[in-house]
């Protein structure tokens, strides 16, 4: 016995020093992993601001790890050899492992280079998914779920900061351990729901919270429904002992790629953990990388409807323009399709393999097969916790009151829970008569669909054969049935009210003819993608996935992946022609529609904040938006006028705007202090413009007026003229209106040379808009008041049906006004000059701008169309906040770099005096 222990004993002083390698290497690999991965997951700060450090500390990881190889491979336990040598002889695994890393990688690529979704996604969680599932694979498979969860708090913190972090994960750690109180159930329901009440109140802004705005959708989009489902799986048990345990439920609350999605699918628990690695490793991968790549075509198409096709309410007045707006805005749940294909595809690449969440719902051939596809998870998730349980308990009730009484509960579930999703992100309840039918509408179409099933059967076949030709037309035009009714209800649920839904259709004028062609063209679409698809799936019946070979599996998706890399490369789209290449080039960019830029800059302008459900970009920006964030019209910087201005800066206002310094000077003006009279010898140039003249979001020093009145002073000054001065007139909100009378009562008075008259496109859309809102003031001018009563404008109508009246009208109003400040200019010798700037930062609005180019040409401008001025740079890198296209410093300067060359250009034609200072 003495002896077993003393052998025990040299045994266990002898292993320790022989591990120790092993313990070596792997410190080694982890400080690498952290000096690598600092900037990543947002850690970089806290050693400083030189990133000499970085490299040291990668240098120095790689030392201990070698270190600590050789150790082990010469005196210690050989552990990196055991551990390696499977992987190594397993030489088909090792090629699948690369071709799926290698797929991976492309994609990665391809959603930078275009910018897929927002930067958070694409710069930070991507790149984690990325090296996270190369490591992830290589662990043994013990040590895979605990890495996951590793790698899924290294993204949050990666993206949402260190407090907001550790708050959201001490949030979620608490909610869940109450649902593990040794208490009774229904006590552990209603501490759950005393914490919920809390965070609600909180949420209203009635008790304030120590973390940002930006914790709120993230928290709730992983707390809301998985603790629902999770305390349901608790309590009946529904995951076995050896699927489940604490890695299981961390994995399941911290979700990797859920940080970058506040809309995220309804996954449930027990089959996340019953799902977990229950097929071949690599065919999970694969699956993962296939719905990955499918994530990102939807992507892309959305962006191409989103930005050629949608068209505002406004512009809808035939049947041409009222089937695109129907049609266009119904498509656009391909973005969400796309999110969800990512967010099922990144889990199968940590083993989830979990089933397809959306599967072809624009060929559902009824409205419960609607409802079977449209969101796999959300159905499920209805049918477990409200539909079953209620069906089941009306035990002495017929099969069809059940059916009724059942379906009823999970449509008004359905509708709670939407307006309840929609409060944790927006920060207010949706609850709006479109919203309400919407949901009743589609309620009532899977309940009248399930009776007609229940009464007369649906057609189910045990192995799937190949359709006939009269099956495929008969599904093809119910398909066509249920398209055409989802893209009404979905018109209805994204508008404002019901009657401004009932005006948009009954003011349009519709053409039986052109109704019935729009009908066969959407039956021939719809026709063409049910024979592919049916064709297709008898091809995979007769060829059962478990009986391809994974490379034959791989092969298409893997190409496809190839493909799209090359055309999101400019050196190859480049070789498919220049049209083919800008256009691709535009759908490489991350930018606001026509439509929605609209409604941001109303937003600002007009207070008008009418972005309704999850169909617009625009919810994730005003989620995101802090509420101090406030435009220049809801501050104490302005005082309202009682004419056509409608308001204008207070002089020597001092304070802020959008989180910068906001200073007015004596006139009324975010500029220095100049004297009326300019003093002798001075060229003055007046700018009128809106926000981005006025410099919104940045400090007066980094405005592009600013740095070219600096610019021309030190390289231009006692020449000709001994002083230049640029004065800054613009107001933010500002329409070619306003400016005109600002320019007649108030810019003349200083004497200018020259006026700087600054455009952008979409204002004739804007002047439109205001001209609509003063349709009540008196106006004193009367050419415009006789263009107004040509359109029909008359007191107390709509904003939407002024913007319709006056659309016909628009260059016309814009011609008049661009004509009288010509002439004004022209009899006081001063020197008109009309700049145009993009719509948004990132944009070569060049396309958009040419009809405004060619009024004011005919008015008699002198014409800078500066509409590709950003396009060196990527326009999300140039605006001031995610939520507000202004443009930065760094804008500015390319605004002020670009004037000053098209300056000295003009100077040769109409003489300024730059080119001849000394």
Same mark, same amino acid.
């Given at each position: 016995?003495?002896?077993?222990?003393?052998?025990?004993?040299?045994?266990?002083?002898?292993?320790?020093?022989?591990?120790?390698?092993?313990?070596?290497?792997?410190?080694?690999?982890?400080?690498?992993?952290?000096?690598?991965?600092?900037?990543?997951?947002?850690? /970089?700060?806290?050693?400083?601001?030189?990133?000499?450090?970085?490299?040291?500390?990668?240098?120095?990881?790689?030392?201990?790890?070698?270190?600590?190889?050789?150790?082990?491979?010469?005196?210690?336990?050989?552990?990196?050899?055991?551990?390696?040598?499977?992987?190594?002889?397993?030489?088909?695994?090792?090629?699948?492992?690369?071709?799926?890393?290698?797929?991976?990688?492309?994609? *990665?690529?391809?959603?930078?280079?275009?910018?897929?979704?927002?930067?958070?996604?694409?710069?930070?969680?991507?790149?984690?998914?990325?090296?996270?599932?190369?490591?992830?694979?290589?662990?043994?498979?013990?040590?895979?779920?605990?890495?996951?969860?590793?790698?899924?708090?290294?993204?949050?913190?990666?993206?949402?900061?260190?407090?907001?972090?550790?708050?959201?994960?001490?949030?979620?750690?608490?909610?869940?351990?109450?649902?593990?109180?040794?208490?009774?159930?229904?006590? +552990?329901?209603?501490?759950?729901?005393?914490?919920?009440?809390?965070?609600? %109140?909180?949420?209203?802004?009635?008790?304030? @919270?120590?973390?940002?705005?930006?914790?709120?959708?993230?928290?709730?989009?992983?707390?809301?429904?998985?603790?629902?489902?999770?305390?349901?799986?608790?309590?009946?048990?529904?995951?076995?002992?050896?699927?489940?345990?604490?890695?299981?439920?961390?994995?399941?609350?911290?979700?990797?790629?859920?940080?970058?999605?506040?809309?995220?699918?309804?996954?449930?628990?027990?089959?996340?953990?019953?799902?977990?690695?229950?097929?071949?490793?690599?065919?999970?991968?694969?699956?993962?990388?296939?719905?990955?790549?499918?994530?990102?075509?939807?992507?892309?198409?959305?962006?191409?409807?989103?930005?050629?096709?949608?068209?505002?309410?406004?512009?809808?007045?035939?049947?041409?323009?009222?089937?695109?707006?129907?049609?266009?805005?119904?498509?656009?749940?391909?973005?969400?399709?796309?999110?969800?294909?990512?967010?099922?595809?990144?889990?199968?690449?940590?083993?989830?393999?979990?089933?397809?969440?959306?599967?072809?719902?624009?060929?559902?051939?009824?409205?419960?097969?609607?409802?079977?596809?449209?969101?796999?998870?959300?159905?499920?998730?209805?049918?477990?916790?409200?539909?079953?349980?209620?069906?089941?308990?009306?035990?002495?009730?017929?099969?069809?009151?059940? *059916?009724? @009484?059942?379906?009823?509960?999970?449509?008004?579930?359905?509708?709670?829970?939407?307006?309840?999703?929609?409060?944790?992100?927006?920060?207010?309840?949706?609850?709006?008569?479109?919203?309400?039918?919407?949901?009743?509408?589609?309620?009532?179409?899977?309940?009248?669909?399930?009776?007609?099933?229940?009464?007369?059967?649906?057609?189910?076949?045990?192995?799937?054969?190949?359709?006939?030709?009269?099956?495929?037309?008969?599904?093809?035009?119910?398909?066509?049935?249920?398209?055409?009714?989802?893209?009404?209800?979905?018109?209805?649920?994204?508008?404002?009210?019901?009657?401004?839904?009932?005006?948009?259709?009954?003011?349009?004028?519709?053409?039986?003819?052109?109704?019935?062609?729009?009908?066969?063209?959407?039956?021939?679409?719809?026709?063409?993608?049910?024979?592919?698809?049916?064709?297709?799936?008898?091809?995979?019946?007769?060829?059962?996935?478990?009986?391809?070979?994974?490379?034959?599996?791989?092969?298409?998706?893997?190409?496809?992946?190839?493909?799209?890399?090359?055309?999101?490369?400019?050196?190859?789209?480049?070789?498919?022609?220049?049209? /083919?290449?800008?256009?691709?080039?535009? #759908?490489?960019?991350?930018?606001?529609?026509? +439509?929605?830029?609209?409604?941001?800059?109303?937003?600002?302008?007009?207070?008008?904040?009418?972005?309704?459900?999850?169909?617009?970009?625009?919810?994730?920006?005003?989620?995101?938006?802090?509420?101090?964030?406030?435009?220049?019209?809801?501050?104490?910087?302005?005082?309202?006028?009682?004419?056509?201005?409608?308001?204008?800066?207070?002089?020597?206002?001092?304070?802020?705007?959008?989180?910068?310094?906001?200073?007015?000077?004596?006139?009324?003006?975010?500029?220095?202090?100049?004297?009326?009279?300019?003093?002798?010898?001075?060229?003055?140039?007046?700018?009128?413009?809106?926000?981005?003249?006025? !410099?919104?979001?940045?400090?007066?020093?980094?405005?592009?007026?600013?740095?070219?009145?600096?610019?021309?002073?030190?390289?231009?000054?006692?020449?000709?003229?001994?002083?230049?001065?640029?004065?800054?007139?613009?107001?933010?909100?500002?329409?070619?209106?306003?400016?005109?009378?600002?320019?007649?009562?108030? @810019?003349?008075?200083?004497?200018?040379?020259?006026?700087?008259?600054? &455009?952008?496109?979409?204002?004739?859309?804007?002047?439109?808009?205001? #001209?609509?809102?003063?349709?009540?003031?008196?106006?004193?001018? !009367?050419?415009?008041?006789?263009?107004?009563?040509?359109?029909?404008?008359?007191?107390?109508?709509?904003?939407?049906?002024?913007?319709?009246?006056?659309?016909?009208?628009?260059?016309?109003?814009?011609?008049?006004?661009?004509?009288?400040?010509?002439?004004?200019?022209?009899?006081?010798?001063? *020197?008109?000059?009309?700049?145009?700037?993009?719509? %948004?930062?990132?944009?070569?609005?060049?396309?958009?701008?040419?009809? #405004?180019?060619?009024?004011?040409?005919?008015?008699?401008?002198?014409?800078?169309?500066?509409?590709?001025?950003?396009?060196?740079?990527?326009?999300?890198?140039?605006?001031?906040?995610?939520?507000?296209?202004?443009?930065?410093?760094?804008?500015?300067?390319?605004?002020?770099?670009? *004037?000053? &060359?098209?300056?000295?250009?003009?100077?040769?034609?109409?003489?300024? &005096?730059?080119?001849?200072?000394?």
């Amino acid at each position: 016995m003495a002896k077993t222990e003393t052998q025990l004993a040299q045994k266990t002083t002898v292993s320790i020093p022989r591990i120790l390698p092993i313990y070596a290497f792997v410190a080694g690999g982890a400080i690498t992993a952290l000096a690598a991965g600092a900037d990543l997951i947002g850690i /970089a700060g806290l050693f400083g601001k030189n990133g000499d450090w970085q490299s040291k500390l990668m240098l120095s990881g790689l030392v201990i790890a070698a270190i600590g190889a050789a150790l082990d491979l010469t005196f210690g336990q050989r552990g990196l050899l055991a551990w390696l040598k499977p992987i190594v002889l397993d030489w088909p695994g090792l090629f699948k492992f690369l071709t799926i890393a290698a797929q991976l990688g492309l994609l *990665l690529v391809i959603m930078r280079t275009c910018y897929l979704e927002h930067n958070a996604f694409y710069e930070k969680v991507m790149p984690l998914v990325f090296y996270g599932f190369i490591i992830h694979h290589l662990l043994p498979r013990p040590y895979r779920l605990t890495f996951f969860i590793v790698l899924s708090l290294a993204a949050f913190l990666s993206v949402l900061g260190f407090a907001d972090s550790a708050w959201l994960i001490g949030l979620s750690l608490l909610l869940i351990g109450i649902c593990h109180l040794p208490i009774a159930f229904a006590a +552990r329901v209603a501490i759950l729901l005393i914490a919920a009440g809390a965070l609600t %109140a909180a949420r209203f802004g009635y008790m304030p @919270v120590p973390w940002t705005k930006a914790l709120w959708p993230i928290l709730a989009s992983m707390l809301m429904f998985r603790l629902i489902i999770y305390l349901y799986d608790l309590k009946h048990n529904q995951v076995p002992p050896d699927k489940a345990g604490f890695a299981h439920t961390l994995s399941y609350f911290f979700l990797l790629p859920n940080v970058a999605f506040p809309l995220f699918p309804v996954v449930d628990y027990s089959t996340f953990c019953q799902t977990y690695y229950d097929d071949d490793d690599y065919r999970i991968y694969q699956t993962g990388i296939k719905w990955m790549f499918w994530g990102v075509v939807h992507l892309l198409i959305y962006r191409y409807i989103n930005y050629y096709w949608i068209i505002s309410p406004e512009k809808v007045h035939d049947t041409g323009t009222l089937v695109q707006y129907l049609v266009t805005n119904y498509a656009l749940i391909i973005r969400i399709s796309g999110q969800f294909h990512l967010i099922i595809g990144i889990l199968h690449l940590f083993g989830f393999n979990l089933l397809r969440i959306m599967d072809l719902y624009f060929l559902s051939t009824g409205f419960t097969d609607y409802w079977r596809r449209v969101n796999v998870y959300w159905k499920e998730f209805i049918q477990k916790l409200f539909f079953y349980p209620a069906y089941c308990r009306m035990r002495k009730a017929g099969n069809m009151t059940k *059916l009724v @009484v059942a379906t009823t509960w999970g449509f008004l579930i359905t509708w709670f829970f939407h307006a309840y999703q929609w409060f944790w992100i927006r920060g207010a309840f949706l609850l709006s008569l479109p919203d309400i039918l919407f949901w009743l509408g589609i309620g009532l179409l899977v309940l009248t669909n399930s009776i007609y099933e229940t009464k007369y059967g649906r057609k189910r076949v045990l192995v799937k054969g190949k359709a006939t030709l009269k099956e495929i037309a008969s599904k093809t035009l119910r398909a066509a049935g249920v398209f055409v009714v989802m893209s009404l209800l979905w018109s209805l649920w994204i508008s404002p009210s019901l009657a401004e839904w009932i005006d948009l259709i009954s003011n349009t004028e519709v053409s039986l003819p052109e109704l019935g062609m729009t009908l066969l063209l959407i039956i021939a679409g719809i026709g063409s993608a049910m024979l592919v698809n049916e064709k297709w799936s008898a091809r995979s019946t007769a060829a059962p996935k478990s009986r391809l070979a994974f490379f034959r599996f791989a092969l298409p998706t893997a190409a496809a992946i190839l493909l799209l890399y090359f055309l999101a490369q400019p050196a190859y789209a480049f070789r498919l022609g220049a049209k /083919a290449s800008d256009f691709i080039a535009e #759908l490489k960019m991350d930018r606001l529609n026509d +439509r929605d830029a609209v409604l941001l800059e109303r937003g600002y302008y007009e207070q008008l904040y009418n972005v309704h459900s999850f169909n617009s970009q625009l919810w994730e920006l005003y989620a995101k938006k802090p509420d101090d964030w406030k435009p220049l019209t809801e501050t104490d910087a302005v005082r309202k006028t009682d004419d056509l201005m409608k308001y204008e800066i207070v002089p020597s206002y001092v304070g802020s705007l959008l989180d910068v310094p906001f200073k007015a000077n004596r006139w009324g003006m975010r500029d220095d202090d100049y004297e009326q009279t300019p003093p002798p010898n001075t060229y003055r140039i007046a700018l009128l413009g809106a926000s981005v003249i006025m !410099g919104s979001g940045v400090v007066h020093e980094e405005t592009f007026e600013h740095l070219l009145e600096q610019r021309l002073n030190r390289e231009h000054a006692k020449g000709k003229y001994d002083k230049y001065e640029i004065l800054n007139f613009s107001v933010g909100g500002y329409h070619i209106i306003q400016q005109l009378m600002l320019l007649e009562n108030k @810019v003349l008075a200083f004497q200018p040379n020259a006026i700087f008259c600054f &455009a952008h496109t979409r204002d004739e859309n804007r002047t439109s808009g205001y #001209l609509g809102e003063i349709a009540d003031l008196e106006i004193p001018y !009367g050419e415009l008041r006789e263009i107004m009563q040509r359109a029909g404008l008359t007191k107390k109508m709509k904003h939407k049906k002024t913007l319709q009246l006056l659309e016909p009208f628009k260059y016309e109003i814009m011609s008049w006004a661009y004509s009288r400040m010509v002439r004004i200019c022209r009899e006081r010798n001063i *020197l008109p000059i009309w700049i145009c700037l993009p719509s %948004a930062t990132g944009r070569n609005d060049s396309i958009y701008a040419t009809e #405004l180019v060619r009024v004011a040409t005919e008015a008699g401008f002198g014409v800078l169309n500066m509409t590709d001025v950003y396009d060196s740079e990527a326009g999300a890198y140039l605006q001031v906040a995610p939520w507000d296209t202004h443009p930065n410093a760094k804008g500015h300067r390319l605004i002020a770099n670009r *004037l000053y &060359a098209e300056l000295q250009i003009m100077d040769k034609t109409i003489p300024f &005096a730059f080119s001849v200072a000394k």
